[in-house]
């Protein structure tokens, strides 16, 4: 069962009862993912056109950030985005995220959530969609990114996306440069970040919720 939860700034995140657990921090599902996955990551990069993966689509909060953050900047994003599980559109209309961060775009976080699977989606002139439903640790990535957002489930909840095989795949599929930013800071997932070649980083986490984040970066040569 899924249930609608409002976090601490006021924005809703979703609570799945079977894994007791939530999509976001209830200290600000908003405030956690600007800064976990817009400032720390998109910001942070400077392609003018980053090729971004994002591991766990869920409620869409960070793919629409990063619409906006593109639109604003002018930056061309092409994103994919995996996910097992998809909400629906009818739940993720119930988040009211355009309602609280951008109005007049509310028809393209809709379109994030009922484009097709499998293909190019142009949302903006400066984000480009690809969603893909499919079982991440199976998944075979056809391309190099620049960026990746980390965003699965803890790892106490869904080890097996938080493997040492699976980190390697993604340090191999990220072009040199890159990075990957996660919320989840623990001492396991560094070093598993590491000993796939990742050069790690401790970082500030955000405003009133985890203490430190990770942003793991791929070297130039």
């Known amino acids: 069962m899924i249930e609608l939860e409002q976090t601490a700034d006021g924005s809703n995140t979703l609570f799945v009862s079977e894994l007791n657990e939530h999509y976001h921090s209830v200290k600000g599902a908003l405030t956690e993912s600007e800064h976990i996955f817009i400032r720390m990551g998109l910001e942070h990069h400077p392609s ?7 591991i766990g689509f869920g409620t869409g909060l960070n793919a629409f ?18 996910e097992r599980y998809p909400i629906t559109p009818e739940l993720a209309n119930c988040l009211a995220y355009p309602e609280q961060i951008s109005p007049e ?14 293909k190019d989606v142009p949302l903006t002139p400066f984000f480009t969609l690809h969603k893909v439903q499919t079982d991440f640790t199976t998944y075979t990535f056809p391309d190099l990114y620049d960026i990746i ?15 040492p095989e699976l980190f390697t795949r993604l340090f191999t599929h990220l072009n040199p440069g890159g990075i990957l930013t996660t919320y989840c800071a623990k ?20 405003p009133e919720g985890k203490r430190e984040i990770l942003r793991a970066s791929k070297k130039l040569f």
Not at 187 to 206: D, K
């Open 105 to 118: 775009h509310a028809t393209a976080f809709r379109t994030l959530h009922t484009a097709p699977w499998e």
């Open 149 to 163: 957002y980390f965003d699965a489930f803890a790892p106490e909840k869904q080890p097996e996306m938080w493997s």
């Open 65 to 82: 950030l990063t619409l906006l953050a593109a639109g604003k900047s002018g930056r061309t994003v092409h994103y994919t985005t995996l």
């Open 187 to 206: 001492g396991i997932v560094r070093r598993t970040l590491q000993a796939a070649g990742f050069t790690v980083e401790r970082l500030p986490g955000p």
């Open 48 to 54: 003018p056109s980053p090729h971004i993966l994002e």
